[in-house]
């Protein structure tokens, strides 16, 4: 019998060879809280506006969906308009599978051989194979202690290798950290011949008076602010993304992007999602509330916990965070095994499910 082909057997890419498929683990268990979901479902009633979206979209499945579906980032600038007080047009909106493909769109117009992308670490795990897959090197610089970027860094890091694309992520992923507008200028004032794009996925949970990026747009043509309606939005399983940024960047995303890209069933459902966005926002607050409760308590009990603006909290250290998650997972709830070393992530979830962690972790730590 012909041997199982493998994929030392195929023609794979060299720089691909001991790379492993990206996603945190699924587990079937009581507590899920290791991918900064909501933890609330759609309501009933917008579950069956959707569902009655999807069905008038279906009538025309035979054709292809609306290729630059201008109605739908219609709809998104006017959610940015109430959301944040930034005044866009359409063309001033992108959107895609998920904020992943979103900015797999920008380091395929900005980045590609030769071109650099820089960020600072600790942040989120997928850039560094955006640049992979787009062929673009990839600079990490450094974060501080409490996991601000430096400016005089950011500067320094900027001149040295003089990026086509520089990523911010405001709030942090993961450590929740969000950055002031200041040092944002900074980087665009330093980074003139780069695009920078602020990922601000978890943009709604950030705490009172903290501002968005989306303020500077006025100002910098090369600036793109990303969003995502997988969070607060409690749309993780539409996948759908989205940016805000000049039309001339939008109009560079739009040379890239695959045809007919985002699909009738995806357009319809978002914008039947986004007709509702107060309701579906409605846990914001509580969700905020309960990051905010769970870093006093964390902190009380004596971790080590990152200032969030997320719906996330970033806690330590353990000499063996791994035996810690472990440990959680034994008792039923999962959390993420990501950051520094001896640095672990939980999503806030509902009241019952941080109550269940909160008693896990103390029998896990007891034990130790």
Partial sequence: MTEPTTLADLPLREDLRDEHPYGAPQLDVPVVLNVNENPYPVAPEIVADIADAVARAAVGLNRYPDREFLDLRADLAAFLRTESGAELTPEQVWAANGSNEVMLHVLQAFGGPGRTALSFAPTYSMYPEYARDTLTTWVAGRREDDFTVDVDHAREQIRRYRPSVVLLTSPNNPTGTALPLATV????????????????????????????????????????????????????????????????????????????????????????????????????????????????????????????????????????????????????????????????RVTIGTADEMQKFRTALQEVVGQQ
Avoid: C
């Fill in 185 to 344: 200028e900074a980087v665009l004032e330093a980074a003139q011949d780069a695009v920078v794009v602020v990922d601000e996925a978890y943009g709604e949970f950030r705490r009172s008076g903290t501002p968005s990026a989306l303020d500077l747009l006025p100002r910098y043509g090369n600036l793109a602010v990303s969003r995502t309606m997988s969070k607060a939005f409690s749309l993780a399983g539409a996948r759908v993304g989205y940016l805000a940024a000049s039309t001339a960047f939008v109009d560079a995303l739009r040379i890239v992007r695959l045809p007919y890209h985002l699909s009738a069933v995806t357009q319809a459902t978002a914008r039947a999602a986004l007709k509702h966005s107060a309701t579906l926002l409605s846990t914001v607050d509580e969700l905020r509330a309960r990051r905010d409760e769970t870093v006093a308590w964390l902190r009380g009990n004596g971790f080590d916990v990152a200032e969030s603006d997320a719906n996330f909290v970033l806690f330590g250290r353990f000499d063996d965070r791994h035996a810690v998650w472990q440990g959680l997972l034994d008792r039923g709830v999962l959390i993420r095994e990501t950051g520094p070393a001896g640095w672990l």
